[in-house]
């Protein structure tokens, strides 16, 4: 009896998914592309990806320490090792960082560009206890 062999074609959604103006399949240009990919570096926590411990950020761990909010030197320290380390091709021109305490919640600011280019783009994204929003993106 002859074995046969079942394919399985996986189709769907690629990781990352950002939900960009256009939505989640809006076409991607390569800034769309890096920020994913850096926003995925920064917001994925270190030992969490199987097969892949290193990759990540301790900014998890970071944001939830007593007096982080000033510190914002340590916080982008964190950001930048991890943005050498995976994503050296987005550099980061300007970073911010805001706290609400009430809300337990951080709001990270970026102006980041690809390395070689002029055009500057603006991320914000919050990161509460419970999730993490992307709330803007524009180029500049």
């Known amino acids: 009896m002859a074995h046969e062999s079942t394919k399985v074609d996986r189709r769907g959604l690629a990781l990352p998914a950002l939900r960009r103006s256009g939505g989640y399949f809006a076409s991607k240009n390569r800034y769309d592309t890096a920020i ?11 030992g969490s990806v199987p097969g892949k411990r290193d990759f990540g950020c301790s900014l998890n761990r970071l944001l939830y320490e007593p007096g982080i909010a000033d510190k914002p030197a340590l916080v982008r320290h964190v950001v930048e090792e991890s943005r050498r380390k995976w994503t050296p091709h987005v550099l980061i021109d300007r970073f911010a960082l805001q706290w609400d305490e009430s809300k337990r919640t951080a709001r990270l600011r970026f102006r980041l560009k690809l390395q070689g280019e002029a055009q500057l783009v603006d991320q914000l994204v919050e990161v509460s206890v419970d999730s993490v929003k992307v709330l803007m993106a524009s180029g500049g």
């Not at 994913?36 to 270190?46: A, E, K, N, V």
């Open 36 to 46: 994913g990919d850096f926003l995925r570096t920064i917001l994925t926590p270190i």
